[in-house]
Nanobody, 122 residues
Framework: VQLQASGGGLVQAGKSLRLSCSASVGTLDYYDIAWYRQAPGKEREALVCITSSAETTTSVDSVKGRFIISRSNAKNTMDLQMNSLKPEDTAVYYC????????????????WGQGTQVTVSS
């Protein structure tokens, strides 16, 4: 499976960006999907998840109400709408196909996109 993330860039604080991730799989129907980010010097962290049944969860309080995940199984794509961006949102953003179970998301180590850089200026 190959994942390709896109849509990153340089943006001013308070603005919005929409990231997209396309997957080269037959269908996304059976996958749970998540977006992660990794800031310089920090560990990769899970942000938001959307299950195969379209339930969403947000793992990081700082993005609640600002980041919205969506999916299109028909197009094999997943998006992350990021609003009211802050300088602390600066990071490389990754998409992942995995499993959501028991209240936690378990990434599949073989299903990472290459990442897209988001830089938010103050």
């Amino acid at each position: 499976v190959q994942l390709q993330a896109s849509g990153g860039g340089l943006v001013q604080a308070g603005k919005s960006l929409r990231l997209s991730c396309s997957a080269s799989v037959g269908t996304l129907d059976y996958y749970d999907i998540a977006w992660y980010r990794q800031a310089p010097g920090k560990e990769r962290e899970a942000l938001v998840c959307i299950t195969s049944s379209a339930e969403t969860t947000t793992s990081v309080d700082s993005v609640k109400g600002r980041f919205i995940i969506s999916r299109s199984n028909a197009k094999n794509t997943m998006d992350l709408q990021m609003n009211s961006l802050k300088p602390e949102d600066t990071a490389v953003y990754y998409c992942n196909l995995g499993t959501y179970m028991g209240g936690s998301y378990y990434p599949n180590s073989g299903y990472w996109g290459q990442g897209t850089q988001v830089t938010v200026s103050s």
